[in-house]
């Protein structure tokens, strides 16, 4: 599986955690991919920070809006309803928990549920951006990312050693390996992605979990 399709993986995967009606804000990177795979008229609406609620798939090439862009630069389509504001409004609408969810990336996750997801020490950051708002501000938080760095370091620690972004907010973590869910505050696997094994995912991962298969 290549790098490309192991991150359609888990955004597919992440989209089927989706329920109709809820108000889903999606983080920058694997998030971003989400759009493509929530089926039409399924009733689940995407909201972007800088102001949108009614985000659609990615558009065609020949159909790109430049001024039509979502919190991630990234040019976006608009479903039927689509309602803009700005972004005052919408950080409004997390800070007063009026998101249900919010998918995000993340560099650590540890068995605690906290997060970090904004900055690696030593490299130049930008900012967090909305990243801790919305993790104290959605109902439901749930973590895309692949289950090791690319030099094969675990992302699911005991303990952060990034920056955090926030303590014990963390509801699903879905990686390229398996699905974690926090049961009774307690990391648990769930759920392996195809041709994972449990060998393997107790391989990649430091934390410690409970599995519940």
């Keep these: 599986m290549t790098a490309d399709d192991?991150?359609?993986?888990?955004a597919a995967r992440a989209a089927a955690e989706l329920k109709?009606?809820?108000?889903?804000n999606l983080g920058i990177g694997v998030p971003t991919m989400i759009p493509d795979y929530i089926p039409a008229g399924s009733?689940?609406?995407?909201?972007?920070?800088?102001?949108?609620?009614?985000?659609g798939p990615r558009p065609a090439p020949d159909d790109v809006d430049p001024d039509l862009i979502d919190a991630s630069k990234l040019?976006?389509?608009?479903?039927?309803?689509?309602?803009?504001?700005?972004?005052?409004?919408?950080?409004?609408?997390?800070?007063?928990?009026?998101?249900?969810?919010?998918?995000?990336?993340?560099?650590?996750?540890?068995?605690?549920?906290?997060?970090?997801?904004?900055?690696?020490?030593?490299?130049?950051?930008?900012?967090?951006?909305g990243a801790m708002?919305?993790?104290?501000?959605?109902r439901r938080v749930i973590i895309t990312m692949t289950h090791v760095t690319s030099s094969g370091e675990p992302k699911l620690v005991p303990e952060c050693t990034y920056p955090l972004t926030a303590r014990a907010c963390v509801d699903v973590v879905i990686t390229d390996l398996a699905v974690f869910r926090f049961v009774g505050g307690r990391l648990?696997?769930?759920?392996?992605?195809?041709?994972?094994?449990?060998?393997?995912v107790a391989a990649a991962t430091s934390a410690r979990y409970a599995t519940a298969l």
């Design 43 to 55: 009733e689940v609406f995407l909201h972007s920070e800088n102001g949108i609620i009614g985000v």
């Design 20 to 24: 109709p009606g809820e108000f889903v």
């Design 133 to 138: 708002d919305l993790v104290v501000g959605a």
């Design 6 to 10: 192991a991150r359609r993986a888990i």
């Design 188 to 200: 648990t696997l769930t759920e392996l992605m195809p041709g994972a094994t449990l060998d393997g």
């Design 75 to 129: 040019p976006v389509t608009e479903l039927p309803g689509v309602s803009f504001f700005d972004s005052a409004d919408s950080f409004a609408m997390i800070r007063g928990g009026h998101v249900d969810v919010a998918v995000l990336g993340a560099l650590q996750v540890s068995e605690a549920g906290d997060v970090a997801n904004w900055a690696v020490p030593g490299r130049d950051v930008l900012g967090v951006g």
